[in-house]
Nanobody
Framework: QVQLVESGGGLVQAGGSLRLSCAASRDFFMGYTMGWFRQAPGKEREFVAAMIWGGSYTDYADSVKGRFTASRDNAKNTMYLQMNDLKPEDTAVYYC??????????????????WGQGTQVTVSS
């Protein structure tokens, strides 16, 4: 069973930065897209960013483009989400997940599995 564990969330003032981590329990994700999603209270889970493990493909939601950057450390089986210039509307629980299809690319929540438990990000104004 694959496990993903997110960490790095916290409370930050608007304009601040955080780096989220998503550690995988094993190193089989080469060729699979890893996604970051978030869910604010009372709202549906939404796409934030994605990157393909072992490739150059990245994708970002318009709301975070230019402020968030996804990266990975192959040796540590860990994906990161660097979040700069945070805004109150970025407040949410952030999750990482794996796309179900080899080389699959989508922003659809239903196309992903192996969800982590999430990490809370709170941005104060």
């Amino acid at each position: 069973q694959v496990q993903l564990v997110e960490s790095g969330g916290g409370l930050v003032q608007a304009g601040g930065s955080l780096r989220l981590s998503c550690a995988a329990s094993r190193d089989f994700f080469m060729g699979y897209t890893m996604g970051w999603f978030r869910q604010a209270p009372g709202k549906e889970r939404e796409f934030v960013a994605a990157m393909i493990w072992g490739g150059s493909y990245t994708d970002y939601a318009d709301s975070v483009k230019g402020r968030f950057t996804a990266s990975r450390d192959n040796a540590k089986n860990t994906m990161y989400l660097q979040m700069n210039d945070l805004k109150p509307e970025d407040t949410a629980v952030y999750y990482c997940a794996v796309h179900q299809t080899y080389y699959g690319r989508s922003r659809n929540v239903d196309d992903y599995h192996y969800w982590g438990q999430g990490t809370q990000v709170t941005v104060s104004s």
